[in-house]
């Protein structure tokens, strides 16, 4: 049967007639159901705009450089300080963050800042240097003016960034060059002042190419393209297409031109740096350009604006030619605008892109240290407002010894695998530098890869210390001064202990021999187990055991004998925490990595103000100090001296774990307490003793960060006495045979002994630096002349004389 037009009209007409109050209902529900939809999208828009636009990142700096007349400082080292806060070499450096060499040191100009306590205005300066240290420190002006003090602002090490690691540096539109905003309407949007937030013309050329079959065409003005940036997701379909135009009309019902640009002028994507995502021209700014966006010239503008179509292709440092082209083009539309004249063209055409090439940090390039800091800040802050609300968060970490923990670690490491002929990146290690004077973490590597952010060594790893427990069992027994000296002899015989619930223990010396009666001060510089752990049972293992937390240790060990060396596991950043006390004279300094933390308006929020308890009466302490110097003149660490120099009087102790699995050293100077530890991922012996392994790691730092001497202050009850380091006899002070050793008044040998007799010497009457023990020629009573070995006017005599 055949239909003629007017038969179908008719049958149309009495569906719609006998269905209309459906028909009516179905639209009445559609518009309902698209007036809801509008009016959660409105909604939606209005809480974002009208509250928190951005989510901002905390950003975490390290440690303000502090310059002052005195301080040992070379021009070298101060240039490169300022270079890495992103300071440039300028022959008239009158700008913010530059400076140039002058005949006796350098001349900068320094930027504005707000520390933690206030801010601080841009300067002038001239700084002069003589004899490897900082001789004026003068601002300059109608009169040179000498100043105390110089903070040069502290580099941005990090931040704790949004669930997709999303950074910007937020600018106002005030801010903005009027270049750059001419380049972005030029390329991406030329009606954007007239529009309602859609182009018709554009969405009708997309809806046409997309229904013929040709490519999904976006057709965006910077309106629809800060919506689907700020709301949608990258997904291209029709709906999502939809969503985006309505979306952006009620974005420009409620707000004007100038508020809308300002938000997408910080919210465009323009780069990755490894994990994390550049956000807004600012930040692009100093990531591609290490300048300001006020800073830049029109071809670096031009390249920025040029990016916006696509950073993953437009990448200007993988592919730079791309980026030239489409830099051009960007500058071709401005000056076919008029926004540019021919001759500024020209001359921007014709420069380079001027990219800055650096190496991928993401969100750090200290992760390790990074971690830390998080950890600590958790305590006090929830997870949302570190990630969010833009908080200025100053830490302890010092760049410079940072690098030099970091070097340190990789050359030694790689070294000692090429000696050993063990393959590549077998060992791994971890490094802790903190500050003897207020337990500020300057230095923390996590692994070898110092820049992967993966797992932390140094706060994380949980391996056997070894020998580095024995300083508790002597500093536990130093304690007791009338049973305990440093030339107390102990028994260092065989031992078999038999403990209920466990095998009898039968420790042995490293060297698999027994020394019979050595003094105190032999056993810990040499290490020997078998009289330690008979002086830990002596004194009672809980004893000993007990103090650990007193030193900072949280978590006791078990109460077995062979946790006197040892036989527990910690963490170097809690091994640094122990020896931290040792260096800080008995005072339990907690190690800290933020120093404050302010708003990003830069109001103060919270300091960590030093906290210091004394949990060791000094005097013990003091005499371990300088029994575990002898560690190092003439001990297990004796070959520290190829790194560090006798005079610095290092205090430190290697340590050895079961089957040469783990290597440790952990030692103190007069500014500095680091800890290393070597060995293996996979718990397989490393083949390193902690002399052999990471005592020279610790070396190679001191070597290159050149630590203050270990001069620690007398305390009152501790006297200076002149012995017999054999027979346990004092000497007149002024018998050149004795050794001066410091004693907690009351403990020193009570017996006086007669000087010996010198029938001859060999030149001078001290005893010889170059040999551990010294020969000399003394007359017994029948007359005939003997050769008699002598110990050496050793370590103590060279510590204290």
């Known amino acids: 049967m055949k239909f003629s037009a007017l038969s179908w009209t008719r049958l149309t007409f009495d569906f719609l007639k006998s269905h209309a109050k459906a028909l009516r209902v179905t639209a009445l529900l559609l518009l309902l159901a698209l007036s809801g939809y509008i009016l959660y999208l409105d909604i939606t828009i209005r809480e974002a705009f009208e509250g928190r636009k951005f989510a901002l990142p905390a950003r975490v700096y390290g440690r303000a450089l502090e310059v002052y007349p005195g301080l040992k400082l070379t021009p070298a080292q101060l240039a490169g300080e300022l270079q890495a806060v992103g300071y440039h070499e300028n022959p008239e450096p009158n700008e913010a963050a530059t400076y140039k060499y002058t005949l006796n040191g350098l001349e900068l100009t320094t930027r504005e800042f707000v520390f933690g306590d206030g801010p601080q205005a841009s300067q002038h300066l001239r700084i002069e240097f003589a004899d490897g240290a900082v001789s004026l420190l003068q601002e300059r002006g109608a009169a040179d003016t000498d100043l105390p003090l110089l903070r040069i602002e502290p580099p941005l090490i990090g931040g704790i960034y949004p669930g997709h690691n999303e950074d910007r540096a937020l600018l106002r539109l005030d801010q903005v060059p009027k270049p750059l905003i001419d380049a972005l309407i030029s390329t991406e949007d030329r009606k954007f002042y007239s529009h309602w937030g859609i182009d018709p013309r554009g969405i009708a050329r997309a809806l046409y190419k997309t229904l013929t079959g040709q490519r999904i065409e976006g057709g965006s003005t910077i309106t629809q393209q800060l919506v689907k940036n700020f709301f949608l997701t990258s997904e291209r379909t029709l709906t999502r297409k939809g969503t985006e135009v309505l979306m952006a009309l009620l974005l420009e019902m409620h707000y004007g031109k100038d508020e809308i640009l300002e938000t997408y002028l910080n919210e465009i994507f323009l780069g990755q740096d490894a994990t994390r995502a550049i956000h807004g021209f600012g930040l692009a700014s100093h990531f591609y350009f290490d300048r300001p ?138 490094v802790v530098v903190s500050s003897t004077q207020n337990g500020e973490i300057q230095a923390l590597v996590g692994g070898r890869e110092a820049r992967y952010a993966g797992y932390n060594r140094a706060i994380d790893a949980q391996r056997p210390i070894g020998s580095l427990a024995k300083p508790i069992v002597f500093l536990t027994a130093l304690e007791e001064p009338d049973r305990y000296t440093l030339i107390t002899p102990l028994d260092d015989s065989a031992l078999v202990l038999r403990q209920a619930g466990t095998s009898d223990w039968k420790p042995q010396n490293y060297d698999h021999e027994y020394h019979g009666q050595v003094q105190l001060r032999t056993a810990l510089a040499n290490s020997y187990n078998v009289s330690t752990a008979r002086l830990g049972i002596e004194l009672g293992v809980d004893n000993v055991l007990d103090k650990l937390p007193l030193y900072g240790i949280e978590r006791r060990p078990p109460s077995f004998a062979s946790s006197l060396l040892g036989a527990f596991e910690l963490s170097p950043i809690e091994v640094a925490q122990l020896y931290q006390t040792f260096a800080d004279s008995g005072f339990r300094t907690p190690l800290r990595a933020i120093r404050e933390i302010v708003t990003a308006e830069g109001q103060p929020l919270q300091r960590y103000p030093l906290n210091v308890e004394p949990v060791a009466a000094a005097a013990p302490v003091y005499l371990l100090t300088a029994a575990l110097q002898g560690v190092v003149s003439e001990g297990t660490a004796k070959s520290l001296g190829n790194w560090v120099p006798a005079e610095v009087k290092a205090a430190g102790k290697t340590g050895t774990t079961d089957d040469l699995r783990d290597s440790w050293f952990a030692g103190y100077t007069g500014d500095r307490v680091a800890v290393v530890w070597v060995g293996r991922d996979d718990n397989k012996p490393s083949g390193l003793t902690g002399a052999s392994g990471a005592m020279t790691v610790w070396g190679e730092l001191m070597k290159n960060i050149q630590p203050e001497p270990l001069q620690p202050a007398v305390p009152e009850d501790i006297e200076l006495v002149n012995v017999d380091p054999v027979g346990g006899k004092f000497y007149d002070m002024d018998c050149k045979t004795g050794v001066i050793m410091p004693f907690i008044k009351g403990s020193a040998p009570a017996e006086r002994a007669a000087c010996p007799f010198f029938a001859a010497t060999t030149g001078n009457e001290a005893a010889p630096a170059a040999s551990a023990v010294a020969i000399t020629v003394v007359q017994p009573p029948e007359g005939k002349p003997e050769v008699k070995h002598e110990p050496q006017k050793n370590w103590l005599q060279r510590l204290f004389n």
């Open 293 to 430: 966006l006020d800073r830049l010239e029109l071809q670096e503008i031009a390249t920025l604006v040029g990016m916006v179509k696509g950073p993953a292709v437009y990448d200007p440092r993988k592919s730079p030619d791309l980026v030239l082209q489409r830099r051009n083009i960007v500058l071709q539309e401005m000056v076919r605008l008029n926004v540019i004249t021919q001759a500024q063209f020209v001359e921007a055409r014709q420069k380079p892109l001027g990219v800055i090439h650096r190496a991928p940090t993401g969100t750090s390039p200290y992760p390790a240290f990074l971690q830390y800091v998080h950890r600590q800040l958790q305590r006090d802050y929830r997870e949302e407002d570190l990630r969010s609300e833009g908080l200025r968060i100053f830490t302890t970490l010092d760049p410079r010894v940072q690098r030099q923990a970091e070097e340190a670690l990789t050359l030694r490491l790689a070294e000692i695998e090429k000696a050993r002929r063990l393959p590549a990146n077998t060992l791994e290690g971890a």
